[in-house]
């Protein structure tokens, strides 16, 4: 990806309805809503996204001390693979929902 969408996608979800509307003024206001709605969907899982992977850092920093003390590490692995699985899922909604952030902008499927 070159430089210049790199920073586009940045500035875009820094605050999308603010650049959205700095582009197209004179936009329809149902646009505006669905917009807004986009960009709080991809806040709030961005949040749940940190959540999970500081939960996700924990785990791995137990199985390390539980290494080094010689504890059995299955139910650790476990939790690590649940939480794993977790990340994944949020991260593949948070996908979606840039996705359709940047449909707003012509940036959807450019790499």
């Known amino acids: 990806m070159n430089k210049e969408l ?3 996608r940045k500035q875009i979800l820094s ?3 603010t650049y959205f509307s700095s582009l197209y003024a004179d936009t329809d ?3 505006i809503t669905r917009l807004d709605s986009l960009w709080q969907q991809h806040r709030d899982l961005k949040s749940r996204h940190d959540e999970e ?3 996700k850092n924990i785990i791995s920093r137990q199985i390390g001390e539980a290494k080094r ?4 590490l299955d139910d650790l692995k476990a939790a690590m693979a649940d939480q794993g699985a977790r990340l994944k899922t949020i991260a593949d909604k ?3 929902v ?3 952030l940047f449909s707003f902008f012509d940036l959807a499927e450019r790499p």
């Open 98 to 100: 840039e996705q359709q």
């Open 29 to 31: 206001s149902q646009l």
């Open 94 to 96: 948070l996908d979606v």
């Open 15 to 17: 605050d999308p309805v």
């Open 53 to 55: 992977q500081l939960r």
């Open 69 to 72: 003390n010689g504890v059995p």
């Open 6 to 8: 790199k920073k586009k």
